[in-house]
C-alpha cells in the first residue's frame, strides 16, 4: 500500500473539518489540537496549508527518537510508533520539517497520522473541497503533467502552471 | 552556466515514447515509464502527444520544498539534481512541482528527475523525429519567433 | 565474513541493524561489558522520576538479538585489539575478526577529589546506576553538573520529594547549549520548582565518615545525603589507544566522514569518536543518542560495503522543564565565540526565543515556551538555507503552497505581529 495524503493547498479554503473529525476519530474527542492533521492558517492572505506526515522513508523524527520507537513498517508503509514505549520528550516533534507529530497532553505522549490505521482516511473523506486525496504521490503528478501538456498545446509554448495548480490565493478571491 | 536548454517541438512528436524508454533504460537499467525522467503526455482522442520535462525553473521549488537539502543546483552546470543517498522519501519535492516533473521511485524509495544527462541528453540523441533538441537558450527562442511570424504572415 | 562490535549502546546497535540488513547472511558478534540488552541511558532520569518503567528502558530484548542473528557476548571485557592478527581478546577467548566496530561509548566522570568513595556518591549512566540511587533512597540531593543529566536529574529527584541543589562550576545552566539570557530563563524555572540552584561553584570536597554527609564548595558547605556527578564523560578510548588507532585531541578515536579509523578494516562510532559539526564543519565530540545512532548506521553502511558519507553531527537538546519546552538546536553563541554571530531575540509573555545567523543563514536556535514550526527551523539549519530566500517566500507568498514547511518558520523569522503566525 502506497498511498498517501496528498494535499492541494490551493483548494484549501481552511475550514478545519478534517482537524475535528480526526481528533474525534483517532483521540476521542473533538478538540483540534489532538488532531494529527494540522491546516496552518494565514490570516491575512487567507492562505491555508494543510500538514500531516508524510510518513518519510528516512524519518527526522526516528532518527532523533530517544527511545527507538519509531520505525517503518515494510508491510504497509508507515512510519509507526511503539506508543506504550513512548516517555514524550518531544525530540521528534521538534526534529519534523512539516510540524506532523502532535503533543498529546492527555497521555503526554506523542502521536502522528497513521492513516487511520489504513482504512480510508477520515479527514480525505471529510474534505468538501476536494484539498485533501488519499493516493500514490505519483498519480498527482499525473495530473499536472497532463495539465502542463494541454497549457502546451494551446498556447504553443514552453508549459505553464495550469490556472489549477496550486497557487497564490488573495484574501477575498472565491475558487 | 549552462546557457542550452531541452527545446521540444511538440508538432514533431508522434509518442512513440523511445524517449522514455531510453531514459529509464540509461538511469534505472530498465525500461517503463514510470522510472523516465522525460514523460509524454498523451491525448489520443485529441490527436496529439506532448513531452514533458524540466523546466530547470530559476526558482526551483523542488529545491526549496525539500526539507534535508537533497535537491541541490550544481553551481557551474545550474543543473538541478536529486542525492538519492540524502532523500528521506517525504515526497514534499513531488507535491510541489507545478508541471508534475518530479518522480518517485518506488523500488528504492527515492525521488528522482531529469539530470540532463550529465551534458548529453540521451532523450535527444535517440528521437528520431527530433522532436526534442538540446540547444542554446537563443537559438530555441528564435526559433520561437520565426514560427511565430511564419503564423501571423500566412494570416 | 564477520563483523565484531564492541558496545551495546545505540550506535552498535544501529550498526549491527545495519549490517544484518545489507548482508542477510554475514556473521555479526556484539561484546558488551554490561551483561543487560540494549537500553536507552537518555530516559534514566525518566525512570528515576517514576513516568517509565525500567522495563521499557529496553530497546532490544535478548530473544531480539537472536532473531537478528547476533552472537552476543555480554558481561565480557576487551582485554586487547591484536590489529596484526585480527583478534578481540577478551577474558575467557579469542574472537578472530574480519571487520570491527569499534562503539565502546563513554564513561561519567568523577573528580578525584576527598570523599567521592563514600557511600552517597553516584552517577547516572546505566541501570546498575539508577538501581543503586533508588536503593538508596535520596532524601538531601546535590547534583554537581548542569547539563542534561544533571537537569533532569534535578527534577526528577525534586519531584519524588527530594531536596535538590544543582552545584554548576561555570556561571550559568546548561551552559554547553544555552546562552546567558535562555540559560537564566531556565534557572528562573528551576528555581520556581523548588531547586535550589548555585553557579560559579566550584566543589572541592565531600564530607562524611563512611557515608555522605555533606559538600563543600569554594563559597559553602551544604548539607547533603546524595551526591549524583554529571561533569561530564571521558570516552573509553584505551583499548582502541593500545591497539594503535589514533585518538584524535579531543580525546575520541579519530575517524574520517565514512567512520574509518587510521587502520583498515576497524570503524568507530558512538559516543567514542571524535565527530564534526554539520554547522560549523569543525571537529566535536557529539555526545547525544541521536548522533551515535546515525554514525552506526554509516559505520555499518561502510562496512558492509556500501559507501555512505556522514554529514556530521547536530546538536539537538529537548527538555521540558517545569512544563515549558526548552529546545537549543545547532550552533551556541558560546560554541562558536570567535565568530561574529548574529543574534535575534525575541521576549513575548511566557515564551522566547534567539536565532543565531552566520552570513544570513541560521546557524543555531535557542526557544523556551515554543513548540510549533521547529522543525522548520532546524531543516533550515541543516540545508544551510539563505534566509532571505525563505523571508522572501514568506512576504510574498509567492509559491509558498509548494513549500508549505516555510510557513513553520515563519513565526521565528518574520519579526512576531498576527501576520505571521501561521
Same mark, same amino acid.
Given at each position: ?47 491555508? @496549508? ?94 499536472? @503533467? ?21 497557487? @497564490? ?7 | ?155 | ?51 517509565? #518503567?525500567? $522495563? +521499557? ?6 530473544? +531480539? ?26 577474558? $575467557? ?91 537564566? !530563563? ?22 562524611? #565518615? ?80 541521536? #548522533? ?55 521576549? +513575548? ?12 543563514? !541560521? ?54 505581529? +498576527?501576520?505571521?503566525?501561521?
Amino acid at each position: 500500500m502506497d498511498k498517501r495524503i496528498v494535499i492541494d493547498p490551493g483548494k484549501c479554503d481552511g475550514c478545519g473539518i478534517c482537524e475535528l473529525v480526526c481528533a474525534a476519530g483517532r483521540s476521542g474527542t473533538w478538540h483540534p489540537a489532538l488532531s494529527r492533521i494540522k491546516v496552518k492558517k494565514d490570516p491575512i492572505w487567507s492562505l491555508n @496549508l494543510p500538514v500531516v506526515c508524510s510518513h518519510c522513508e528516512d524519518a527526522p523524527c526516528g532518527s532523533a527518537c530517544l527511545m527507538n520507537i519509531i520505525d517503518k513498517d515494510y508491510s504497509t508503509g508507515l512510519t509507526l510508533r511503539v506508543l506504550s514505549r513512548c516517555i514524550g520528550c518531544r525530540a521528534c516533534q521538534v526534529s519534523c520539517p512539516f510540524d506532523a507529530c502532535t503533543y498529546d497532553y492527555r497521555s503526554e505522549k506523542v502521536v502522528n497520522c497513521d492513516l487511520c490505521e489504513g482504512r480510508a482516511p477520515e479527514c480525505v473523506s471529510c474534505c468538501p473541497t476536494g484539498a485533501l486525496r488519499y493516493e500514490r504521490a505519483e498519480y498527482f503528478g499525473e495530473e499536472k @503533467l497532463k495539465a502542463a501538456a494541454r497549457a502546451a498545446i494551446i498556447e504553443e509554448a514552453e508549459p505553464v502552471p495550469d490556472k489549477d495548480t496550486p497557487g @497564490l490565493k488573495r484574501s477575498g478571491g472565491v475558487k | 552556466m549552462n546557457s542550452k536548454v531541452l527545446f521540444v517541438d511538440y508538432h514533431k512528436c508522434v509518442g512513440c515514447g523511445t524517449c522514455e524508454m531510453i531514459c529509464s533504460l540509461v538511469h534505472e537499467n530498465a525500461c517503463g515509464r514510470s522510472l523516465s525522467r522525460i514523460r509524454v503526455v498523451r491525448e489520443d482522442k485529441m490527436g496529439y502527444s506532448v513531452p514533458i520535462t524540466c523546466s530547470f525553473c530559476e526558482k526551483p521549488v523542488c529545491l526549496n520544498a525539500c526539507p534535508v537539502g537533497a535537491v541541490l543546483r550544481n553551481k557551474e552546470t545550474g543543473v538541478i539534481t536529486v542525492q538519492k543517498e540524502k532523500c528521506i522519501g517525504c515526497r514534499q519535492c513531488v507535491q510541489a512541482c507545478p508541471f508534475g516533473h518530479m518522480s518517485f521511485n518506488f523500488e528504492e524509495r527515492h525521488s528522482f528527475k531529469c539530470d540532463l544527462c550529465e551534458g548529453e541528453p540521451q532523450c535527444v540523441q535517440f528521437c528520431w523525429k527530433e522532436a526534442i533538441e538540446y540547444i542554446p537558450l537563443e537559438e530555441a527562442l528564435e526559433r520561437k519567433r520565426r514560427t511565430q511570424a511564419v503564423k501571423m504572415i500566412e494570416e | 565474513m564477520r563483523t565484531v562490535i564492541i558496545g551495546n549502546g545505540v550506535s552498535g546497535n544501529k550498526a549491527a541493524e545495519t549490517i544484518r540488513r545489507q548482508k542477510p547472511d554475514w556473521e555479526v558478534v556484539m561484546i558488551s561489558r554490561e551483561a543487560l540488552p540494549a537500553y536507552s541511558a537518555c530516559a534514566l532520569p525518566d525512570c528515576l522520576a517514576g513516568w517509565v #518503567s525500567r $522495563d +521499557d528502558l529496553f530497546i532490544k530484548s535478548f530473544s +531480539d538479538y537472536r532473531e537478528l542473528s547476533i552472537r552476543t557476548e555480554f558481561g565480557k571485557e576487551v582485554r586487547l585489539i591484536d590489529t596484526a592478527s585480527c583478534e578481540v581478546v577478551l577474558e $575467557d577467548r579469542k574472537i578472530e575478526y574480519d571487520r570491527l566496530i569499534l562503539a565502546s561509548g563513554s564513561r561519567a566522570l568523577i573528580p578525584p577529589l576527598t570523599g567521592v568513595m563514600l557511600e552517597g556518591n553516584f552517577i547516572l549512566k546505566s541501570v546498575f546506576d539508577l538501581e543503586r540511587i533508588m536503593a538508596h533512597r535520596p532524601k538531601q540531593v546535590v547534583i554537581v553538573g548542569s547539563g542534561n543529566i544533571g537537569v533532569e536529574a534535578a527534577e526528577a529527584l525534586e519531584l519524588r520529594g527530594c531536596e535538590v541543589t544543582i552545584i554548576e562550576m561555570l556561571d550559568r545552566v546548561m551552559p554547553k547549549v544555552f546562552d546567558e539570557k535562555p540559560s537564566a !530563563i531556565i534557572r528562573r524555572l528551576l528555581e520556581e520548582n523548588g531547586v535550589r540552584v548555585l553557579t560559579g561553584e566550584k566543589v572541592m570536597e565531600v564530607r562524611g #565518615s563512611g557515608k555522605v554527609e555533606g559538600i563543600i564548595t569554594d563559597a559553602r558547605e551544604i548539607p547533603c545525603d546524595t551526591v549524583i556527578w554529571a561533569v561530564g564523560v571521558r570516552q573509553n578510548v584505551e583499548t582502541a589507544r593500545e591497539a594503535g588507532i589514533d585518538i584524535g585531541s579531543l580525546g575520541g578515536i579519530k575517524v574520517n566522514s565514512r567512520m574509518e579509523t587510521n587502520i583498515e578494516g576497524i570503524y568507530a562510532c558512538g559516543d567514542c569518536i571524535e565527530s564534526f559539526s554539520l554547522v560549523t564543519r569543525r571537529p566535536e565530540l557529539s555526545l547525544l543518542w541521536p #548522533s551515535a545512532k546515525r554514525q552506526g548506521e554509516i559505520a555499518g553502511l561502510n562496512c558492509s560495503g556500501k559507501p555512505a558519507e556522514y554529514e556530521g553531527s547536530f546538536t539537538l537538546v529537548v527538555e521540558e522543564i517545569c512544563g515549558k519546552n526548552c529546545v537549543s538546536m545547532g550552533s551556541t553563541g558560546g560554541m562558536q565565540n570567535d565568530i561574529q554571530l548574529q543574534v535575534i531575540e525575541n521576549e +513575548d509573555k511566557d515564551c522566547y526565543f534567539r536565532l543565531l545567523l552566520d552570513n544570513g543563514r !541560521i546557524a543555531g536556535f535557542q526557544g523556551i515556551g515554543h513548540n510549533e514550526g521547529l522543525g522548520a527551523i532546524m531543516a533550515l539549519i541543516k540545508t544551510k538555507t539563505q534566509l532571505s530566500e525563505v523571508k522572501r517566500v514568506l512576504e510574498t507568498r509567492e509559491l509558498l503552497t509548494m513549500v508549505p514547511w516555510f510557513a513553520g518558520a515563519a513565526r521565528y523569522l518574520m519579526g512576531g505581529g +498576527d501576520s505571521y503566525e501561521f
